[in-house]
């Protein structure tokens, strides 16, 4: 029984690649594109979550920084703490995007769990006040968020109503952002 319920976890989530893969190949590829010409304009890539979704913010940062499987200069990205002292989680962040976004940044917002409106208002208003676009990864069931969004902004859905399918797709989807950055940036990496 447990190795059962062990093995349909694996089943759930590839069922959730292949669902996902040519629905999202289209957002995924206009988010590339604007992590591009963000970067390559001089802009910087803030991320940003709530709640356990921050550690998916401080991955995609990292990986920006650093490397994702070629050697390449470090990009300006960083992760943004929903810790401020005397504020909220979401008015911390918001704060952060208000002092450290200026055009032409991208702010790269993950959320797998239920995003309400009220969790992101201030956040998004801030990027959008600062002439920030938005890359938005979330759940299927975000649609209080989409009203939020501009119409130049990114909004990336993995349709699945379980937060751990959703947190597992946004790691893949990050690998599928740094994967197409680096192709853009560096060409193909020969074997």
Do not use: K
Not at 140 to 161: F, K, M, N, W, Y
């Amino acid at each position: 029984m447990l190795e059962q319920r062990i093995q349909q976890q694996f089943f759930e989530s590839a069922d959730l690649f292949y669902q996902v893969a040519e629905h999202l190949s289209r957002p995924l590829a206009t988010a590339t594109q604007l992590l591009i010409d963000g970067i390559t304009g001089g802009g910087r890539v803030l991320c940003c979550g709530l709640g356990l979704s921050a550690l998916d913010a401080q991955y995609m940062a990292a990986l920006l920084v650093g490397r994702f499987e070629q050697d390449r200069p470090g990009l300006a990205a960083w992760s943004l703490d929903a810790l401020a002292h005397g504020f909220a989680p979401d008015a911390a962040l918001a704060r952060q995007v208000q002092t450290q976004g200026h055009p032409g940044d991208l702010l790269l917002l993950f959320e797998s769990q239920l995003a309400s409106r009220a969790n992101w208002a201030a956040v998004l208003e801030a990027a959008h006040a600062q002439d920030m676009s938005v890359i938005a990864l979330t759940s299927a069931q975000d649609d209080e968020l989409r009203p939020l969004l501009l119409d130049t902004d990114v909004h990336i859905r993995v349709h699945h109503s379980r937060p751990a399918r959703v947190a597992e797709a946004h790691r893949l989807l990050s690998h599928c952002l740094c994967d197409a950055v680096d192709l853009q940036l560096l060409g193909a990496d020969e074997p």
